[in-house]
């Protein structure tokens, strides 16, 4: 299992994650969406965003005043946040500490945060040495927007995950992926491991692309997800998508979120989102190609790590 940081290898008034902090962070999450500072941030999310910090608490910092949780860092989640009664007392500068020796301890050089569009945020954020680096998009597929069906070449077949025995293989497959992507990503088994075995998880909702003559190698995926907004419609999210480099140039990505679309339309979804990275062109223009468009810029900012203290 991964291991965090201990209290003693944090900056004074900074603790690791300690169970139960999660109701506390989802509290102030709320708190933050009710007065608008998590833009194009869906109220659902903030409930999943607090789950997993519980479920993978060595990924989390909290920072603490007089006993009451001020705020927190999660680098791999490109988080640092402060609420609102605790701004301005240092906390902001502690936890950016704390994220830069929790980002050095997992071989990372730079700790890397979401940075509204915010004159205080940005001047935090400059005054403490950080430098903007590239914008994470937020695109929007209006329902009436017209998505051709999917329409795999022959060379290739497709099946839905199979949980458990198919998990240590997404896992390769999808960090094999976006190793060299704009923004890394990098999953862990363990945690795939969890989603898959919930009772409530889709099997349906992650398509697995291999080639027809190996059908045992994966070579691109889509994940799905779905939520009700706050007036009762469905909103459908394809989560991430993927093709390995040597299968790229061959239209799978087009139709992996052909299928996305299709799949969640036909679930009752009206509105669709997609989120990349601003120096992924080509994805970007794919997606736009397909209908999508920008609706929401989630800027993110840099600084090296050095020995984070």
């Not at 940081?5 to 169970?19: C, N």
Request: hydrophobic share 45%.
């Amino acid at each position: 299992m991964a291991r965090g940081l201990t209290d003693d290898e944090l900056p004074a008034g900074v603790r690791a994650f300690r169970a139960g902090d999660e109701v506390g962070i989802l509290a102030a999450m709320h708190r933050m969406h009710d007065r608008g500072e998590l833009e194009g941030v869906d109220r659902p999310f903030l409930a999943e965003s607090a789950e997993r910090m519980a479920s993978e608490p060595w990924l989390v910092s909290v920072a603490e005043d007089e006993g009451r949780l001020a705020g927190w860092v999660a680098p791999v989640h490109d988080d640092l946040s402060v609420d609102l009664p605790f701004r301005r007392r240092g906390h902001g500068t502690r936890l950016v500490e704390a994220g830069r020796r929790m980002a050095a301890a997992t071989g990372r050089t730079e700790l890397r945060l979401w940075v509204p569009h915010r004159p205080d945020a940005e001047a935090f954020a400059r005054a403490l040495g950080f430098r903007y680096q590239s914008s994470l998009w937020k695109l929007r597929l209006d329902p009436t927007t017209p998505v051709a069906a999917p329409a795999f070449p022959d060379d290739v077949v497709v099946r839905w995950v199979e949980p458990g025995a198919d998990d240590a293989a997404v896992v390769d497959v999808a960090n094999t992926i976006f190793l060299d992507h704009p923004s890394p990503i990098q999953l862990e088994l363990e945690h795939v491991a969890r989603v898959h075995a919930k009772p409530g998880f889709d099997p349906s909702t992650l398509l697995l692309v291999a080639p027809a003559e190996d059908r045992e190698r994966i070579i691109g995926f889509c994940r799905l997800g779905a939520w009700q907004d706050d007036a009762g419609e469905l909103v459908g999210d394809v989560r991430l998508v993927g093709v390995v480099r040597e299968w790229r140039g061959r239209g799978l990505g087009r139709q992996l979120v052909r299928w996305g679309v299709e799949a969640l339309r036909s679930r009752g979804a009206g509105v669709i989102h997609l989120d990349v990275d601003s120096e992924n062109e080509d994805a970007l223009h794919l997606y736009e190609t397909l209908g999508f468009a920008p609706e929401v810029e989630w800027p993110h900012w840099v600084i090296p790590v050095g020995d984070g203290r």
